[in-house]
């Protein structure tokens, strides 16, 4: 086959952007020079949840696992020296979506784009939010408001914008099984096209337009046959579903389009070495079928398990998919699985299967309504809990984890501290300094602003009517408004949303049979119990800060509650002084807290002088997530009693963990353990 046939390779993405605008927009400039295709935005949990750096549960988040980008000023240094009118630019953003498109639509217009060439995507699916990430912000209603507005004006403005990403991404990474990742993402987009169709924003005859820039994003996991089963289901159903249902005629506006990353939490702490193999194997899933082969790939980094990755690490990621693209004759060929009995009885299989639970949540009034419900939420904990219980048990193997444990020193670990990236501490300190000096001088030279409170006040009141929010948007924008301002204004209107946690109703995972490991932790925790003089052990599992990945802790609280301690779990998104305070309030034996976002340097010093103020010297402090070997270190020297890693897979062994430490924090004689 000539060289002009190959199928063209698909977007080469890497997920960047990290401490501040300005080292976020050499880290773009740096990767597009290395053949990155595709601009792939990570935004800081603050202004993911429409904070601005300088609140008080930004502290300790700010620039961690993206970009902060509070106003203008800082969209403009992002891409700075970067011709917007010819990228291609993804942004992970779901609440604040609506207000980072106006700031990038702004400095596009500042740079004289012709705004009908602008191309990316704008995650925007507040779904899985709610379900498995916890970046949410507004309830549901308001939330796929601000979804339909933005796909309306991007339809006539912007029509080369995919306005919604749909993702699947983060429920597999929740637990979900193929069937559940497929069907609640479709029943998501059902949701929102049933909206923008409702809304009458959209003439009938311009649905197959709406239709067309619906994306997706999804995960792939290291079991690539299933995965790529997967996507091909994908593809069937959604060409069903947007011919049946909306009625699109034209191919190509039902042709399933995908962006994928593959699996980062799968990724092992444990002989990290072979995540590489791992991110090979997923990447296959999503490239190997042309029928089904996603448009854009990012890659996780090999050491994403023991912090933030650093850009020689990204860059082997991007050279892996190179290599397929470009030196094997992958892209030379049709598709390589038609015809074949195997893939075509599974991919048969999930569709059916799929369709089946699609029903079930149509049933219950859609995606929506299964989330209110916690339906949703629950069937993930409970998938979650089965697969943890079939690690522990040895039927799942990981290598490295629970297989083949033994290792060779790794020469790519052998100084932790410089195997990962580390932000400046002082980053926060710098970000919230020239917060502060925007705010004092946006309405002077160079840049003149208006005063951002009659467009916030603009924006409130366009909020409480049913008109679109974009053009209110887009006017504080330019006035020169800030992410904590433009969510505040839209918090008074809309008000905030707790999500179900799908604790309580989540069922028992591991059966405490006599001589089992949790019917050992069972009677360890009544004699315990005995010993202090109460009826039942108190653990409240906490999640400090903004970090809203809560399937470790989620996991943590049902083990506890089915070893017999009452749990306090209150979900995510709470300052240290609200965890101490519940932590008293609930006269709790043990504080477990939960933090994945790197915020546990500055966030769990805080708890634990806040337990020591109030007395509560005998409450021991456990501590779980993507924490460094040195970072660990320091928390225990500071009186954290113990440390857990994603390596810590054995979950019932955790919970006998934090049994002994309430023992010795309260000087009771250790337990005998049985021969």
Known sequence: MSERQKDRPW??????????????????RRNLAKGQTGLSVAFDLPTQTGYDSDHILARGEVGRVGVPVAHLGDMRRLFQDIPLEQ???????????????????????????????????????????????????????????????MIAYTVSHLPRWNPINICSYHLQEAGATPV???????????????????????????????VGRISFFVNAGVRFVEEMCK???????????????YGIEDPKHRRFRYGVQVNS?????????????RI??????????????????????WNEALGLPRPWDQQWSLRIQQVLAYESDLLEYDDLFEGSKVVEAKVAQLVADSFAEMDRIEEMGGALAAVESGYLKARLVSSHAERRARIESGEEKIVGVNAFEGSEPSPLTADLDTAVQTVDPEVEARVVGALQHWRDTRYQPPFNHPRPCKALERLKEA??????????????????????????????????????????????????????????????????????GVGRLRFLVGKPGLDGHSNGAEQIAVRARDAGFEVVYQGIRLTPEQIVDAALAEDVHAVGLSILSGSHARLVPDVLDRLRVAGATEVPVIVGGIIPSGDAERLR???????????????????????????????????????
């Not at 942004?91 to 990038?104: G, K």
Request: net charge negative.
């Open 463 to 532: 909020a409480k009517g049913t008109g679109n929010l974009m053009e209110a948007t887009l006017e504080c924008a330019r006035a020169g408004a800030t992410t904590g301002e433009w969510a505040g204004a839209l918090r008074e209107v809309f008000g905030e949303f707790r999500a179900p946690t799908g604790v309580s109703s989540a069922p028992v995972a591991v059966a405490a049979e006599q001589g089992s490991a949790l019917a050992e932790i069972r009677r360890a925790v009544e004699l315990t119990a005995r010993d202090l």
């Open 265 to 277: 939490l799968g990724l092992t702490e444990a002989q990290p070495e072979n995540n590489v193999q």
């Open 11 to 28: 977007l080469m993405r890497t997920y960047a952007g990290h401490s501040t605008a300005e080292a976020s927009n050499e880290l773009y």
């Open 180 to 210: 559940q990742e497929i069907a609640y993402a479709m029943s998501t987009a059902i949701a929102v096209l049933d909206a923008v169709r409702d809304s009458g924003q959209v003439p009938a005859e311009r649905m197959g337009d709406v």
């Open 231 to 245: 996507m091909r289901a994908f593809g069937r159903i959604w060409d069903r579903v947007t011919r049946e249902r």
């Open 280 to 301: 090979v194997l997923e990447m296959l899933a999503v490239t190997l079928s042309k029928d089904a082969r996603a448009r854009a790939v990012q890659l996780p980094a």
């Open 637 to 675: 020297a500071a009186g954290v009693a113990a440390v857990f890693t994603p390596k810590d897979f054995d979950i019932t062994g955790i919970i006998g963990r934090i049994v002994d430490e309430i023992r010795k924090a309260n000087k009771l004689d250790p337990l005998e353990v049985p021969a």
């Open 87 to 149: 990228m291609n630019t993804s942004m992970t953003i779901n609440a604040t979506a609506m207000w980072l498109l106006a700031l990038y639509q702004v400095v596009a217009e500042e740079q004289g784009a012709d705004l009908t060439r602008l191309s990316g995507t704008t995650q925007n699916d507040i779904v899985k939010e709610y379900l498995s990430r916890g970046t949410h912000v507004f309830p549901p209603g308001p939330s796929l408001r601000l979804t339909t507005d």
